[in-house]
């Protein structure tokens, strides 16, 4: 990448003034954090830069003119950097510093990086939540929930969402600037998510607890405890987190399932029925919450209220083999074997991979391997 020699004295007052603004989003961040009464001392900030880290970030935009511009020549030198491309990884949950090592990020740690380096070098960079569908995908019991936060750049008319590319104006109502809090409970709850698929409930408690006294507003948080706290026998403490999820935020359905299998391990059959009718509602994406009411239904011999559920949850992960088991069940509890034998046929997971339960249930009613 070319340099452009002049302009020495300006771009030595952009870097003082750029750095002791930079700094001050660190120190602002940790007056937030020690008003939650945590030790900032003992608190991971993702978003923290090495001096070396700092330097490149100044040496990719000397003598590059405006705002704007300097966030996408920023953003190409990450993108390309000593000529390999960083990588996005879904599970990447690094800091800033570990990115810019292994070049392998998720889009929560290339923000953290990406925010950090555009403030370094004087933009008035953000936090940004875009409000597209979320994806899932499930994991044993535990049903991972996607959602996408970025850079953003502009002012809410005309945002920029700076990512792995740099996309078109984002309007402000499919987006939501998040506070640098927000986004340190967000790594956290990463992190504890991260744990929980690794299969350390304890460690993800750790990650866990410090995500929910940083932002008790945010959900998701509340969520991951509630599995980590029930995957350690203590149901109750699970109970009261997936609650304060839903007190959080009344559309996370997942947590209304979660709850909905803890109140049928405790025996309160009744009122989990109760819960799984709240989230019959058409925002609902979740297939495997659809596949929960489907099951309740076929349990309960409404075949066709079955079929309802069943055909959402398949409409909305049709490549998912537990949606195809489904619909083999109901065929067969419907008398046609072989249309569900053929729907068995269609659920075969991927090479290396086990089949779900629906499948092992259709499995054995059809006499099959």
């Not at 810019?100 to 925010?115: K, M, P, Q, S």
């Amino acid at each position: 990448m070319g340099r452009r020699p002049g302009l020495l004295l300006a771009t030595l007052a952009l870097l003082a003034s750029a750095a002791a603004g930079s700094r001050v989003a660190e120190q602002e961040l940790e007056q937030a954090v020690r008003a939650r009464g945590l030790d900032p001392a003992e608190i991971v900030f993702p978003g923290r830069l090495t001096e070396e880290m700092r330097a490149w970030a100044h040496r990719q935009v000397e003598g590059v003119p405006g705002e704007e511009r300097r966030l996408g020549v920023l953003l190409n030198a990450l993108l390309d950097r000593d000529g390999k491309g960083l990588q996005y990884a879904v599970h990447a949950n690094g800091t800033a510093e570990e990115v810019f090592a292994t070049g392998r990020a998720n889009c929560l740690a290339f923000t953290n990086l990406f925010v950090a380096m555009g403030r370094e070098i004087g933009a008035d960079v953000y936090y940004l939540q875009i409000r597209r569908r979320p994806s899932f995908d499930q994991e044993g019991d535990l049903v991972v929930v996607w959602e996408h936060v970025t850079a953003g750049y502009g002012p809410p008319n005309r945002r920029l969402a700076l990512e792995f590319d740099i996309g078109p104006p984002v309007e402000s109502a499919q987006s939501e600037e998040l506070s640098d809090l927000t986004a340190l409970a967000m790594y956290y709850s990463n992190r504890g998510a991260g744990e929980l698929l690794a299969g350390s409930a304890e460690k993800a408690r750790e990650w866990l607890d410090v995500a929910v006294r940083l932002d008790p507003a945010w959900s998701q948080a509340w969520l991951n405890l509630g599995v980590a706290r029930r995957r350690s026998g203590d149901l109750a403490g699970a109970e009261e987190a997936y609650r304060e999820a839903i007190e959080a935020d009344a559309r996370n359905y997942q947590a209304y399932h979660n709850l909905v299998g803890l109140l049928r391990l405790q025996g309160e059959g009744v009122a989990a029925r109760e819960v799984l009718r709240l989230l019959d509602r058409r925002d609902n994406r979740d297939p495997f919450i659809y596949l929960s009411l489907g099951d309740e239904s076929l349990a309960a011999r409404r075949l066709r209220e079955a079929e309802r559920y069943y055909q959402r949850a398949h409409r909305l992960a049709p490549t998912e083999g537990e949606t195809r088991a489904a619909l083999g069940l109901l065929a067969f509890h419907q008398g046609r074997p072989r249309r569900a034998l053929r729907w068995w046929e269609r659920s075969r997971p991927a090479e290396g991979e086990p089949r779900g339960p629906r499948a092992r249930q259709l499995a054995a009613l059809l006499g099959v391997d």
